[in-house]
């Protein structure tokens, strides 16, 4: 198992990435850039032991126990003199608040961790800053704890979870737009073509229906989780391979619907208003195999008019045909080259992300198999990783909502079943609309594999408000 840096590692200060610096830029208190992962474990969870693991995944992932700090004008990564505190609480009364949401990574690091701790079954919420790691280096980091307490607390001879390895030294290379050797060809040409293009139009909100909220709701965090059960996910998976698509190509599809029929509750032009989607892409290669949590991310931006989105077939066309061709032209590193030219100029990307300038009207995140970004190695019980004493029952989690753009989307599969978790913005939705988005998402999703679940048993579907 490979821990921490050695003391004389010449890692820090680290200079902070494009896509780090853009997440720093876009922090403010009122839209903070810090998203939430919430686990479900069954069993006695043992608070020393627990403690334990989290500073040993600590030692694991040098990022999220670094601040920021200003050297010859600029932020760069140092580590923290703050020791990792893993609040624990015996009722959700001592929980913290979604209302505080605001990380100031120039006086902590990027993470905190706060336990309901039950004798039977315990929920862990951790906070990170997005500019600290992006959501797999965050299940990653889990995945580390969970390991770490499994070794610690399983019964003698009993199986034990085992840590891939990390090299904190990959940590450098964790800005690269591309694998080396593999720099798409034309670069600059079909750049110039994509910022022309994603300039050019100028996507539109969602409507509002309410035209103001009520104060006693407005800060009141809107994160609402659904799951489809095997079955449902299934006839997702066979109605993808059906249409020769991903799942997470029909899943963007059924957002498209949900954005279009939104605003066409209000706005009689709907088919000439743009919606654009921001899907987080992963730029991982096999060269950052060992790299510790980190933001090694980028963006796909999918862009339709609504009479376009309301052609339902030549839509799930082009979102496949777009998908594909950003990941196998290896375009995703054009978006990174766009945040680093942005960077050139001090203070630049700062003014452009205040200027009223909309990016995307929904951002959708898709981390796939949890128990592959756990990445360490854990017994299984009805699919169902095992650590020690514990068993993880489930993780849901939120990616962040930006001025603007009023929901973020982040979908999962765990234990065979789809989790969809949606980070609604309080200041735009009421709790009763957000529900009612929600289940238009559902809906439109259920449609497009309705023929395949047809023959198969009844869904079970749990709802539940999860974080928070």
């Known amino acids: 198992m490979n821990d921490a840096l050695p003391e004389s590692s010449p890692l820090f200060p680290l200079p902070l990435t494009a896509f780090e610096q ?4 876009d922090d403010t208190p009122a839209y903070p850039m810090t998203f939430f992962i919430e686990i479900g474990v069954t069993g006695n969870l043992t608070r020393a032991a627990f403690e334990s693991a989290c500073q040993t995944a600590r030692n694991r992932h040098p990022l999220l126990a670094a601040e920021l700090r200003s050297q010859w004008g600029k932020w760069r990564w140092v580590p923290t003199c703050r020791p990792t505190v893993a609040n624990w609480h015996e009722s959700s009364a001592g929980m913290p608040s979604h209302t505080d949401r605001y990380i100031n990574l120039r006086t902590e690091p990027g993470l905190r961790i706060s336990t309901e701790y039950h004798p039977d079954a315990s929920r862990i919420v951790f906070q990170f800053h997005h500019a600290s790691t992006d959501g797999i280096g965050a299940i990653q980091f889990i995945g580390d704890i969970l390991a770490a307490y ?3 607390t399983a019964e003698s001879g009993a199986e034990q979870p085992q840590f891939a390895n990390l090299d904190a030294a990959c940590l450098r290379r964790r800005g690269e737009r591309w694998e080396k050797g593999k720099e798409p060809p034309r670069v600059f040409r079909r750049w110039c073509f994509r910022v022309a293009e994603v300039m050019s139009v100028q996507p539109d909100a969602l409507r509002r229906r309410t035209r103001s909220i009520d104060e006693t709701d407005r800060n ?19 109605e ?14 059924a957002m498209f619907q949900t954005l279009h029929e939104w605003n066409g509750h209000h706005n009689r032009n709907v088919a000439g208003e743009s919606f654009r989607i921001a899907l987080p892409a992963s730029v991982r290669s096999p060269e950052h195999q060992e790299c510790p ?27 496949a045909a777009e998908s594909r061709q950003v990941l196998n032209g290896r375009e995703t590193g054009l978006v990174l080259l766009s945040m680093e030219a942005a960077c050139l100029i001090p203070g630049l990307l700062r003014l452009l992300l205040r200027l009223p300038v909309r990016f995307a009207t929904a951002v959708f995140a898709n981390v796939g198999d ?34 603007g753009t009023h929901v973020a989307t982040s979908v999962g599969k765990y234990a065979g079943r ?7 913005d309080p200041k735009f ?33 749990t709802e539940e408000n999860r974080i928070g």
């Open 418 to 424: 789809f989790i969809i978790n949606l980070n609604c």
């Open 240 to 253: 993808a391979t059906r249409r020769n698509v991903s799942s997470n190509e029909l899943l963007t599809h």
């Open 370 to 403: 949890v128990k592959r970004q756990l990445r360490n190695q854990f017994p299984l019980h009805r699919g169902k990783c095992v650590a020690g004493n514990v068993t993880l029952d489930y993780l849901v989690g939120a990616a962040p909502v930006r001025k």
């Open 293 to 319: 949590a980190a933001n090694v991310v980028s963006y796909i931006l999918l862009t339709r008019r609504g009479r376009d989105i309301e052609d339902k077939k030549s839509l799930l066309e082009f979102i």
């Open 150 to 152: 499994g070794r610690a």
């Open 429 to 461: 939705f009421t709790r009763v609309e957000a529900n009612e988005f929600t289940e238009s998402f559902l809906s439109h999703l259920r449609a497009m594999f309705a023929a395949s679940a047809a023959n198969t048993e009844a869904p079970n579907e």
């Open 220 to 238: 009141d965090a809107l994160f609402l989780t659904r799951f489809l059960e095997r079955n449902e996910g299934k006839a997702l998976n066979d």
């Open 22 to 25: 853009f997440m720093v830029a």
